[in-house]
C-alpha cells in the first residue's frame, strides 16, 4: 500500500465549472505526478511536482493548474472544464526520491471525472 | 522524446497456453523499461521492471519479460495463462536521464483469458 488517496473518486460537473482533484500521500514523497486516460490514449502525464512549491508540466497541460503547498497533498485543478476533460485521473508518487532514480510510479485508485 | 508502442489493442489466449504481450520503445540512452497491469475501475499496478543486467526480468504473478536492445523491444511473457489474467497492460519507458518527469505510457493492450 503506497499511502495514496484521491478525492473524490467520482465527480459529475458541468461545462465551465472550476473542478479541484485531491491526491494525499502519508509517505513523505518528494515526487508527485497526474496523469489522465483516456481510452486508445494510455496514460499522459499532465503536471507534476518536484517538491513543496516545485512543480512542472507534462505533456497534457493546457487548461489544468497544479499546487503543492505541503508535502502529502498535491491538487489539480481545472479553472474551467470542458466536455474534453471528461476523463479518469490518476495521482502517482515515486518512491525513489531522486531525479535520475529508476524508482517506477505507485497509483492511486482513480478520481473519474464527467464534464457535461 | 522517448515513446512506447503497444502493437496490439487486444491479445486472446486460451487459458493454459503461453502468452505475449508486446512493446517496443523509443528512448534516446539506455532505457528503464516497466510494465503495469491494471484491473476494472482501480489503478495501476506495478508487475516488473528492467534497469540494467539481465535480459530477462521476473515480476509478479508469474509474468516476466525479455529486454532485446537490438530490437528495442520489452515484450511480457507469461508461460500458462490464467483467467484472472485478463485486464489492461501498460507498457512504459522512461529515459534515465530525463529529470523528475515520470514514465511515458504506451497505450495499453487489452488481455483476453478464455476460459
Known amino acids: 500500500d503506497a499511502g495514496i488517496t484521491q478525492s473524490p473518486r467520482h465527480k459529475v460537473t458541468e461545462t465551465g465549472t472550476p473542478v479541484t482533484l485531491r491526491c494525499h500521500q502519508t509517505e513523505n514523497h518528494r515526487y508527485m505526478y497526474w496523469y489522465r486516460q483516456d481510452p486508445g490514449h494510455g496514460l499522459r502525464l499532465i503536471h507534476y511536482s518536484y517538491g513543496v512549491k516545485d512543480t512542472d508540466k507534462g505533456e497534457v497541460s493546457d487548461g489544468y493548474s497544479v499546487s503543492r503547498s505541503k508535502t502529502e497533498d498535491f491538487l489539480l485543478t481545472l479553472e474551467s472544464a470542458t466536455s474534453s476533460q471528461t476523463s479518469v485521473y490518476f495521482c502517482?508518487?515515486?518512491?525513489?526520491?531522486?531525479?535520475?532514480?529508476?524508482?517506477?510510479?505507485?497509483f492511486g485508485e482513480g478520481s473519474r471525472l464527467t464534464v457535461l | 522524446a522517448q515513446s512506447v508502442a503497444q502493437p496490439e489493442d487486444q491479445v486472446n489466449v486460451a487459458e493454459g497456453n503461453p502468452l505475449t504481450v508486446k512493446c517496443t520503445y523509443s528512448v534516446s540512452g539506455n532505457p528503464y523499461l516497466f510494465w503495469y497491469v491494471q484491473y476494472p475501475n482501480r489503478g495501476l499496478q506495478f508487475l516488473l521492471k528492467?534497469?540494467?543486467?539481465?535480459?530477462l526480468v521476473k515480476g509478479s504473478y508469474g509474468f516476466e519479460a525479455e529486454f532485446n536492445k537490438s530490437q528495442t523491444s520489452f515484450h511480457l511473457k507469461k508461460p500458462s495463462a490464467l483467467v484472472s489474467d485478463s485486464a489492461l497492460y501498460f507498457c512504459a519507458v522512461r529515459d534515465p536521464g530525463g529529470g523528475a518527469d515520470g514514465l511515458t505510457f504506451g497505450k495499453g493492450t487489452h488481455l483476453i483469458i478464455q476460459p
Open positions: 528492467y534497469i540494467t543486467g539481465d535480459n
Open positions: 502517482a508518487i515515486s518512491f525513489k526520491d531522486s531525479p535520475v532514480a529508476p524508482g517506477e510510479l505507485f
